[in-house]
């Protein structure tokens, strides 16, 4: 069994992680004598219908997505011609829920047949359940299944509603009241980042547009990175996001946070509007003291 399996008891030493699929079949252990050693399987047993096999539960493990192995193996109790094994998902979520297929094999007398698969998981909204489903040959023959494990080859690729790195150019930020907006060599990432300057007020900011991204009643995370020269000692950072719902115009602050000058600091902040619809939404980056600068760079929004 590799590290890191998704899959419980997929050496079948218990069943208790395993369920009959549709309430269609039994399961019970099948126990081989290899050498001194018992080994453990699964057989699946009164088998009802072609799908009628086991399941486990996998929303934990698949719903952040990624990219996934699967692995197992699988053969007949007692030869017969023709048959297939299959292995696929049960995926539920916001949009519906449909079935996604991951490995077939034809299976040859009583031979085992090992089912690979290399996936991503079919997502389409907000993810709710997963199900791994065994199954295939005609009803009434016994499947036996052994060494199933699923890992997780890759992190999934974060999908960003809204970034600015500064590289080519002021990325449509703006200057809010009197702050000089410009580009600067000096960068968290990248080779350029953002100045605001020329500061009369602790509230003279940077801001974007985020009309039509931030909605009411959704999760987000906002990152970025700021910084201010050493000299100015440590800075209070204050992120607002300034949105309009059908009563009007609202400030909502993000976050408050003191930070230490000379090296780039991160801010982050969680937040969602509470609210009927966000119409209008603005993200404002303010709070060092009149006559302090401040850098900019590195500017993220996810929604969580
Ligand atoms: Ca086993
Ligand atoms: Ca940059």
């Known amino acids: 069994m590799p590290e890191g399996n998704l ?23 099948y126990q081989a004598s290899t050498g001194d050693c018992v080994d453990n399987r699964l057989r699946i047993t009164q088998r009802s219908a072609w799908y009628s096999g086991a399941s486990q539960d996998l929303t934990e493990a698949l719903a952040e997505g990624g990219t996934f192995k699967l692995s197992l193996k699988a053969r007949l109790d007692a030869a017969t011609a023709n048959q297939r ?12 829920f ?39 040959p005609n009803p009434g023959l016994d499947l036996l299944v052994d060494d199933a494990s699923l890992v997780k080859v890759k992190a999934p690729t974060p999908t960003h509603l809204f970034s600015s790195s500064f590289e080519t150019g002021l990325e449509n930020w703006k200057s809010g ?13 990248g080779n350029r980042a953002l100045s ?26 906002v990152d970025l990175h700021v910084k201010h020269d050493a000299r100015q000692g440590s800075q209070p950072y204050v992120l607002y996001l300034l949105y309009r719902d059908s009563r009007g115009w609202h400030w ?3 976050l408050s946070a003191r930070k230490t000058g000379g ?36 500017v993220v929004l996810d929604q969580r």
């Open 98 to 136: 449909r079935y996604q297929y991951l490995a077939a094999h034809a299976l040859n007398g009583t031979d085992w047949a090992t089912l690979e698969s290399e996936f991503e998981p079919d997502w389409r909204g907000t993810p709710q359940k997963a199900e791994l489903l065994i199954y295939g």
């Open 177 to 189: 009241w009197g702050a000089r907006l410009g580009l600067i060599q000096d960068s968290y990432d």
């Open 196 to 221: 605001v300057s020329g500061r009369d007020r602790w509230a003279d900011a940077a801001w974007q547009d985020l009309t039509g991204i931030v909605r009411a009643n959704t999760d987000y995370t």
């Open 7 to 29: 899959i419980q008891a997929g050496d079948f030493n218990t069943l208790d992680p395993w369920k009959a699929a549709f309430n269609r079949s039994t399961l019970d252990t």
């Open 263 to 298: 090296d780039w600091q991160a801010l982050s902040a969680t937040f969602s509007v509470r609210t009927d619809t966000v119409t209008n939404a603005r993200l404002y980056v303010m709070g060092p003291a009149a006559g302090v600068d401040f850098a900019l760079d590195a």
């Open 85 to 96: 094994v299959y292995a696929t998902l049960r995926l539920r979520d916001s949009a519906g």
């Open 252 to 254: 909502q602050r993000l």
